[in-house]
């Protein structure tokens, strides 16, 4: 009796250990992204002695104001694709009597992983910014129209 209850017991204990295994593998996680989507033309436009108002007109609302510093604003952009590596990047701005006086960034994402561009297609408007394909008419518009 006691065997029987020692392989059980292992039983249950490796069942629960291969889960994480098994979710990673077989189930389907979604991708998250959470934040501000920084642009690095939209951070070349900022420059220090900026006032809160101009920062907050080419960059939008910061993700996070320091709850005791209310000089530190926050530019967070987090992204997990399902089943993939975490990636952040944040933006530290200081103030101080209103006008930026420092810009701290850590971690930069170069390119979208959520965004996934399949290899072999053209984008939609390729076949009207083509100019090879302006002679070849796709719809006949010569036709008259009827009107009863």
């Known amino acids: 009796?006691?065997?029987?209850?020692?392989?059980?017991?292992?039983?249950?204990?490796?069942?629960?250990?291969g889960c994480t295994?098994?979710?990673?593998?077989?189930?389907?996680?979604?991708?998250?992204?959470?934040?501000?989507?920084?642009?690095?033309?939209k951070l070349d436009q900022i420059n220090l002695g900026m006032s809160q108002e101009q920062v907050i007109f080419i960059l939008g609302s910061p993700m996070l104001i320091d709850q005791f510093d209310s000089s530190k604003w926050y530019y967070i952009r987090y992204i997990k694709p399902g089943g993939e590596a975490i990636e952040q990047d944040h933006v530290v701005f200081t103030f101080d009597n209103r006008l930026l006086t420092k810009i701290t960034r850590e971690g930069q994402i170069d390119t979208n992983p959520l965004i996934k561009t399949p290899k072999g297609r053209n984008a939609p408007n390729a076949a009207t910014e083509d100019p090879s394909t302006i002679d070849d008419a796709q719809t006949d518009n010569t036709s008259p129209i009827i009107v009863n």
Do not use: A, H, R, W
């Open 1 to 17: 009796m006691p065997i029987k209850k020692i392989v059980v017991f292992l039983f249950f204990i490796s069942s629960l250990s």
């Open 21 to 41: 295994f098994l979710y990673d593998t077989f189930v389907y996680q979604i991708d998250v992204t959470q934040g501000n989507y920084l642009e690095d033309d």
